[in-house]
């Protein structure tokens, strides 16, 4: 994205220790505006090829699935334990 001018990569603020987490992307005006364009298409593929095809259960469950990784992810540390 980088190459392209989308987006130009930034250090994570620190963390509570003063450790830096990681990279973020941060969009540039151009890379923005790719992001909106191909926001309509992308969703429509994610509910035609995952969640049209799950049960009101199953997408529930996708949800509390994903809300397990969400926290794990937000409060690992930075080496990935």
């Known amino acids: ?29 151009d890379g ?10 992308h969703v429509e593929s994610v509910r035609a090829h995952l969640i049209d095809l799950l049960s009101p259960e199953q997408v529930q469950q996708l949800g ?7 926290k794990h992810l937000i409060t690992a540390e930075p080496d990935g334990s």
């Open 64 to 70: 509390a699935i994903s809300e397990t990784l969400l």
């Open 1 to 29: 994205m980088s190459r392209n001018a989308l987006a130009i990569p930034a250090r994570t603020s620190p963390d509570g220790r003063g450790a830096l987490r990681g990279w973020l992307a941060v969009l540039t005006d």
């Open 32 to 41: 923005l505006a790719a992001l909106h364009a191909a926001a309509p298409r």
